[in-house]
């Protein structure tokens, strides 16, 4: 009899044991999936910055070129050369 019981109670808490490692596997499952979703995202705001300041970059060395100059007097300034006429397209 007491052999039985103590069989029993070895397989319940064998039981418990299992159930016990299922419920942290899943809980861990949906950490990890956030986890990684959260990698993704910082890596895509990583990218950008890096993107962003490889163009920086580029105007800082570039800032004394003779045609990154003329580009942004006219973009940026409206300015044109002395001989050079504008036309606006007054139709849209």
């Known amino acids: 009899m007491r052999l039985r019981r103590a069989n029993w109670m070895t397989v319940l808490v064998i039981v418990g044991l299992i159930a016990y490692a299922c419920i942290t596997l899943t ?54 050369m002395p001989d050079e006429k504008i036309f606006y397209d007054s139709g849209q």
Request: net charge negative; proline share 2%.
């Open 27 to 80: 809980n861990m499952r949906t950490k990890v999936a956030a986890a990684n979703e959260t990698e993704a995202e910082l890596r895509r705001q990583v990218e950008k910055i890096q993107e962003e300041n490889a163009g920086l970059q580029y105007a800082i060395d570039n800032q004394y070129d003779p045609k990154t100059i003329e580009d942004i007097a006219r973009d940026k300034l409206g300015l044109v």
